[in-house]
């Protein structure tokens, strides 16, 4: 069972990045997945989620309108689209399943399994 998140990289402010998190041992459709990030000095913060029925997603108030969750069944693949970045995103972005319960939660004590987390920084 293992969880691995990829795609981040340094990009310059405006420009944009696809997160990919990609399952083995899950069928990640069948799962709420969330997104958090974690900025050097700060404490994990929570960005996104989509939950079991691929129709509800969920955005932190910094990121929305900015950033898009998604679902590629075939690929058992989660993406991140993310666009109009800021030096204020840099951080590391994990994803994560949760595994009790069909719905989203902002804590990430609730979620089970986790990516190693991609690095994304945003600087001109």
């Known amino acids: 069972v293992q969880l691995q998140a990829s795609g981040g990289g340094l990009v310059q402010p405006g420009g944009s990045l696809r997160l990919s998190c990609a399952a083995s041992g899950f069928e990640l459709h069948l799962f709420a997945i969330g997104w958090f990030r974690q900025a050097p000095g700060k404490e994990r913060e929570w960005v996104s989620c989509i939950d079991i029925s691929e129709r509800t997603t969920y955005y932190a108030d910094s990121v929305k309108g900015r950033f898009s969750v998604s679902r590629e069944n075939g690929n058992n693949t989660i993406f991140l689209q993310m666009n109009s970045l800021k030096p204020e995103d840099t951080a590391v972005y994990y994803c994560?399943?949760?595994?009790?319960?069909?719905?989203?939660?902002?804590?990430?004590?609730?979620?089970?399994?986790w990516g190693q987390g991609t690095q994304v920084t945003v600087s001109s």
């Open positions: 994560a399943l949760k595994i009790i319960g069909l719905s989203c939660s902002l804590y990430d004590f609730e979620y089970d399994y």
